[in-house]
């Protein structure tokens, strides 16, 4: 029997709980380095800095370009002369503890030269023109441009864009509703509200008769080359961990991060992540919590999400006997016509199993929308599948796995643009008195894009799955993010994010830890 390999089961892992600190380090802007590079890349210069002072560093891509050529002597220099040196005037360094912040220096817009950018922001709501409702998960960018961000559950959103760019034109896209072009006049009014006319998305009938599920599978499959890069790309990414429990906010965590996105003509290179900087909450615990939930590797494996990247079992060939797939209607996605292909197991398996639809462009057959569940025979093996250890007299059950997956058009190719995954257990021990509702949370927001010619990041940067994303993040910081492009915090969120934790004993017990693991699966 094949063996099918599935993506993104969660493993529930219960351990007991420990503190991690990280040691700070004693590097200052004048502590001395001695470097000697002939004909590298400035990603050289600041390797060799983190490897002889411990310090990190984090920028924006947009700004730094780390495969700049580079050919530098230097003894016995401090590292703000080295920086001062190949960066220039414009830059500023920050130094917060081991953490090297690049940023370029903010100027007035009368006194710019040519060559110096600046950024401005818009902000503001995304509603229903009919309904006046709210719209989240909404697209905003730069029309011919890789960079944007989307709204968050609330319609809000926020967008920071280079000076280069402020006479072009802002886009507003999602899912049902036309698109919106704004003029830049209209981008410089601050805080808007913007209003979205939802359209008809089903197409004349004669369309829907003339698929075959199939076949549009089919050509999805054969046309991967020519919808997708076969180049090397740097992807800026944004990423947040949320965790509740029940209707309380336990942890919020998020980071600004790299993705080294491999090729797609390359199905055995694996992508890379590395962190740039984060926040997260203050430790937000109730006095009724004696459970600490974690997840463990969520960057690395939130990537994998890239079902195209990954060809999971509902997409890939070989495994097409285990499922049955079904044409629903053709919509318009983003002003395209767009076929959308249903799949669910064929029938009952003691394994992973997932249903959902997929949205594959009808002019060039490539999948642009995914979202999917872990099916109903699925969740009954789940229970078996996904709980690795578990304290005893605890009983633990998934309740929905749900996850989403969006790609972006940019000069006839579709780039990975967002993903997202949501998994509620529930966790009862009637002897600790907990019945209770866990709901994790992962969103992946693709803010910009390159390509490079980097192969990979040092093994200590790189992100992995054993990592786990909360234990690495600094403290929180209202103005943390800077320049970058964010999903901006819902109401309740920015609540969490500024709680200060409660005093409240935990009954003078130290909570069992359970971190929810993502990782591919086999029968």
């Avoid at 395209?336 to 003691?350: A, L, Q, S, V």
Wanted: aromatic share 12%.
């Amino acid at each position: 029997m094949k063996h099918i390999i599935l993506t993104f089961s969660l493993l529930i892992i219960i351990l007991p709980f420990t503190a991690n600190g990280q040691e700070e380090q004693s590097a200052s802007l004048d502590s001395k380095v001695s470097i000697q590079i002939e004909d590298g890349r400035l990603l050289d210069l600041l390797n060799h800095i983190s490897a002889q002072t411990g310090i990190y560093f984090s920028y924006d891509p947009v700004l730094v370009n780390t495969d700049r050529p580079i050919s530098i002597v230097v003894n016995d220099q401090t590292i703000q002369q080295v920086l001062d040196e190949v960066f220039g005037k414009p830059f500023h360094f920050n130094l917060l503890k081991n953490q090297l912040i690049i940023t370029r220096q903010k100027i007035q817009k009368a006194g710019a030269s040519a060559n110096q950018r600046i950024s401005y922001e818009l902000s503001g709501k995304l509603l229903n023109n009919q309904n006046k409702e709210e719209i989240p998960y909404a697209s905003i960018s730069v029309v011919g441009h890789p960079f944007g961000t989307i709204s968050n559950v609330d319609g809000e959103f926020q967008l920071k864009i280079p000076s280069e760019y402020e006479s072009d034109t802002l886009v507003v896209s999602c899912l049902g509703y036309n698109r919106l072009y704004i003029l830049p006049d209209t981008l410089k009014q601050g805080e808007l509200d913007i209003y979205l006319d939802p359209v008809e998305i089903q197409l004349r009938e004669v369309l829907v008769s003339a698929a075959n599920p199939i076949q549009v599978l089919d050509k999805m499959l054969e046309n991967i080359d020519n919808n997708y890069s076969t180049n090397t790309q740097l992807m800026t990414s944004f990423y947040r961990e949320v965790l509740k429990q029940d209707k309380e906010y336990i942890n919020v965590s998020e980071a600004v991060m790299d993705i080294l996105k491999a090729s797609y003509s390359n199905p055995f290179r694996q992508d890379q992540i590395r962190y740039l900087k984060g926040r997260k909450s203050p430790e937000v615990q109730s006095s009724f919590q004696l459970v600490d939930f974690k997840m463990q590797g969520g960057p690395y494996y939130i990537t994998k999400l890239d079902v195209i990247k990954t060809m999971d079992s509902f997409i890939d060939k070989e495994f097409r006997e285990y499922y049955t797939y079904s044409f629903k209607r053709v919509i318009d996605y983003v002003n395209r016509p767009t076929y959308i292909i249903h799949f669910e197991p064929d029938g009952k398996f003691d394994y992973l199993t997932y249903e959902g639809e997929l949205y594959i462009d009808k002019e060039t057959y490539a999948l642009v929308y995914a979202e999917f569940s872990l099916s109903r025979s699925g969740k009954k093996s789940a229970r078996r599948s996904l709980i690795k250890k578990k304290p005893r007299g605890f009983n633990v059950r998934p309740i929905d796995l749900d996850y989403t997956v969006t790609y972006k058009r940019h000069h006839d190719r579709w780039y990975l643009n967002s993903a997202q995954t949501s998994v509620k257990f529930h966790v009862k021990s009637r002897q600790d008195n907990i019945n209770s509702v866990f709901h994790s949370i992962s969103d992946l927001l693709i803010t910009n894009f390159r390509e490079t010619n980097l192969r990979r990041f040092k093994r200590d940067e790189n992100f992995d799955s054993s990592d786990i994303f909360s234990e690495i993040i600094t403290s929180y910081d209202e103005d943390f993010w800077g320049d970058y492009n964010v999903i901006k915090p819902s109401e309740d969120l920015r609540n969490a994010l500024k709680k200060q934790p409660k005093q409240e004993s935990l009954l003078n017990s130290t909570p069992p830890m359970i971190p929810l693991t993502s990782q591919k699966s086999q029968p």
